[in-house]
């Protein structure tokens, strides 16, 4: 058999960032703390030359390559796109958090590259054996990242949780793999789909394996009742990495479901309808409620994390078009705006002091009207308050789940929306009319500055033309 290198061109993308992880990994080692720039410099260049990667790759065609396991199609350009632009931001954001801890090393760029690969694997994953690699690909990078401050009592402790739980999710995802493979003969997503529509294949294995595979879905998403991770994670991870973990990986998460539950397993779109309908019910339930009570600012969007999760589950339970557009739409633009949240905790936080507590907003105004006013938009957007784009998100979500005559499901969902709204109100009401504790006008960086403007102007763009986004997700979906 001779080797196509044609079959090449489809996987650049994630070669060129294979290829700029591996010179980051090394050039680190031949420099001093003093000459780390080098290395964040050189990881940015690579991301960005990943991005022209899939820019110059990409077109309007289906490709599937390497017998069946890699598929580079619409949803997956406009996915990469889209977490490499948020990774950019993360980057950015992160550099001064790690600086004022003596942080800012080349371990962090370089398990956050291999994080981003492994997303990329993911979102491209055209078999069970594909997808199950890219996971414990970024499951791996982010065990460790979590641990990151070895000085943290916090730090290690939250690794150990994800880590346990996380390693007990892969091995249910596994089992429910194996038993999809005993009943189908098939890994590739697309032979599964037509294994399972053909018909006479033993039932019980195929419902047993699904509720398996959903169960593994719903704890990379930290889905009800599989989100026992998702807090103490988000508080104990140093905020940098929080940043990480509580926005790009949502993305491959989406991408994790619409191959397995969309490409993978569409013919059974009954039985895991109705299961997805209960964890989206329970997360926007759970998320909302407990959100509430919570003081520390990274717990409170560890919550509404979780309740964001019900609702992209509601896109795509719809199983239409409309459905998988607006999850989509959702996800991305959820993304944005979490990047943005714990961008304003990583710019206001120095070294001895993380301004993760809601009173640590108090008077932001005072302090830095821009600031706060970024802030304001980006929670305004969270709650879905027009006209900024998480408005237009919640909308096109509902939109789909009342097209299947799932009324009911839709007033459950904006029922919880309101309660939501008053936390994320909470927060703008402590910037504007509470009196600062600290007067002194915090520090950031000219990139800093300019990226968090951006992530805040970005979502209220978006909700004055959401158009512009909502018809690239339509197309890549189509």
């Known amino acids: 058999m001779s080797f196509d290198y044609n079959s090449l061109i489809p996987v650049m993308p994630e070669i060129v960032l294979l290829c700029a992880a591996s010179i980051v990994l090394v050039l ?15 990881a940015q260049l690579g991301l960005l030359a990943t991005l022209l990667a899939v820019g110059m790759t990409g077109n309007s065609e289906t490709q599937v390559v390497f017998d069946g396991s890699y598929i580079r199609d619409p949803m997956s350009d406009l996915l990469k796109i889209s ?27 370089t398990l956050g590259m291999f994080a981003i690969l492994g997303m990329m694997i993911m979102v491209s994953s055209a078999s069970f054996l594909t997808l199950y690699l890219g996971l414990e690909l970024l499951a791996l990078c982010m065990y460790a990242l979590v641990a990151f401050d070895q000085e943290s009592n916090d730090g290690p402790e939250a690794a150990m949780k994800y ?10 995802l596994l089992y429910g793999i194996s038993m999809i493979y005993g009943a189908t003969g098939a890994l590739d997503f697309a032979t599964v789909n037509q294994a399972i529509s053909a018909g006479g294949l033993d039932q019980i294995v195929l419902v047993f394996g699904l509720v398996f595979l959903v169960i593994g879905i719903a704890f990379k998403f930290g889905a009800v009742p599989f989100h026992m991770w998702v807090p103490d994670v988000y508080h104990g991870a140093p905020t940098a990495v929080t940043m990480f973990v509580g926005s790009v990986p949502k993305i491959a998460a989406f991408a994790l479901a619409m191959r397995i539950l969309v490409d993978g397993l ?31 600012i990274k717990r409170m969007l560890a919550y509404s994390t979780i309740s964001h999760v019900g609702f992209i589950f509601l896109g795509i339970l719809a199983g239409t078009h409309e459905g998988y557009t607006a999850a989509m739409f959702y996800t991305i633009v959820y993304a944005i705006m979490a990047l943005g949240a714990f961008g304003m905790i990583a710019i206001m936080s120095n070294k001895g002091f993380e301004a993760d507590q809601l009173d ?14 970024m802030m304001m938009l980006l929670m305004f957007s969270m709650a879905g308050v027009p006209p900024t ?3 237009f998100a919640k909308l096109f979500v509902l939109d789909a789940v009342i097209s299947i005559n799932m ?16 936390y994320y109100i909470r927060v703008v009401k402590i910037m504007y009319f509470d009196k600062p504790e600290d007067e002194a006008p915090f520090v950031a960086g000219t990139d800093t500055k300019i990226i968090f403007s951006i992530n805040g102007l970005t979502v209220l763009a978006l909700g004055l033309f959401p158009t512009a986004l909502m018809s690239v997700c339509t197309t890549a979906i189509g």
């Open 266 to 296: 569409g013919a059974l779109h009954t039985d895991w309808q109705g299961m997805l309908t209960i964890l989206a019910v329970l997360s926007m339930a759970i998320g909302n409620v407990i959100a509430i009570a919570q003081s520390n």
């Open 389 to 391: 784009v998480g408005f």
């Open 360 to 373: 640590d907003l108090k008077g932001l105004n005072q302090r830095n009207p821009w600031f706060a006013g």
């Open 407 to 422: 009324v009911w499901l839709a007033i459950v969902a904006v029922a919880f929306s309101v309660i939501g709204a008053f």
């Open 163 to 172: 880590f346990v739980l996380g390693a007990l999710a892969s091995g249910i």
């Open 28 to 42: 680190d080692l031949f420099l001093k703390d003093h000459q780390r720039i080098l290395s964040y410099s050189f």
């Open 83 to 109: 977490l490499l632009i948020i990774s950019i931001g993360m980057f950015v954001y992160a550099k001064e958090f790690l600086k004022r801890r003596d942080l800012f090393k080349g371990e962090f760029l």
